[in-house]
Nanobody, 125 residues
């Protein structure tokens, strides 16, 4: 059974850094494109970064230059390094397996994708 378990969320001050991890099981990570989505309070869930099976990476405009997605297939883990965090980065962050990973974040959703339970990130002073 495919499982995605996110960790690393919490409270951080504006300008700070945080790294999210997504530990996967139940499938061979090597063959899948993975993504991170975010749901801010009162807003729809949106894709913010994805990494394809060849480790090509894509980012939503608001996080470009601040966030870095990576994968370690041997550890079955996907990471999201978040730097220069802003208050507007607050939200629940979801790890997603089997996304449509390309340069257009609005197209990343896949009906066959699998979602983690999410981890809360709060950026506040």
């Amino acid at each position: 059974q495919l499982q995605l378990v996110e960790s690393g969320g919490g409270l951080v001050q504006p300008g700070g850094s945080m790294r999210l991890s997504c530990v996967t099981s139940g499938f061979t990570l090597d063959y899948y494109a993975m993504g991170w989505f975010r749901q801010a309070p009162g807003k729809e869930r949106e894709g913010i970064s994805c990494i394809d099976a060849r480790a090509g990476t894509y980012y939503e405009d608001s996080v470009k230059g601040r966030f870095t997605i990576s994968r370690d297939n041997a550890k079955r883990t996907v990471y999201l390094q978040m730097d220069s965090l802003k208050v507007e980065d607050t939200g629940v962050y979801y790890c997603v397996a089997n996304v449509e990973c390309n340069q257009y974040p609005d197209t990343w959703r896949n009906p066959d994708a699998s979602w983690g339970q999410g981890t809360q990130v709060t950026v506040s002073s």
